[in-house]
């Protein structure tokens, strides 16, 4: 069955950047949108940064103009660029999809979370 594989998280400096991928595992007939989401530690999770089939993309108020999403359709692959990190973009990440099948159905799809640690 499909799942998401994430990488790119680890360790850096305030000020650094991280690049984080995403990809399903197995065969998907239709993505509909996909995006990253992160939790802290005795916080919720909360939206990061979304990218739709047609290209629309959304970004929390907190990192919009330092993260960016992106994704290669030929791999059905999101990436999500972050730079100028702060200590507060440490969190678990993880990567979302939405999809249809292909009789219609619809399912939703996490990744099991990559950790990122912005600290000096």
């Known amino acids: 069955q499909v799942q998401l594989v994430e990488s790119g998280g680890g360790l850096v400096q305030p000020g650094g950047s991280l690049r984080l991928s995403c990809a399903p595992s197995g065969s998907v007939f239709s993505i509909n949108a996909m995006g990253w989401y992160r939790q802290a530690p005795g916080k919720q999770r909360e939206l990061v940064a979304r990218?739709?089939?047609?290209?629309?993309?959304n970004y929390a108020d907190s990192v919009l103009g330092r993260f960016t999403i992106s994704r290669d359709s030929a791999k059905n692959t999101v990436y999500l660029q972050m730079n100028s990190l702060k200590p507060e973009d440490t969190a678990v990440y993880y990567c979302?999809?939405?999809?249809?099948?292909?009789?219609?159905?619809?399912?939703?799809?996490w990744g099991q979370g990559t950790q990122v640690t912005v600290s000096s």
């Open positions: 979302h999809m939405n999809t249809y099948g292909f009789v219609g159905d619809q399912y939703d799809y």
């Open positions: 990218i739709t089939s047609a290209g629309s993309t």
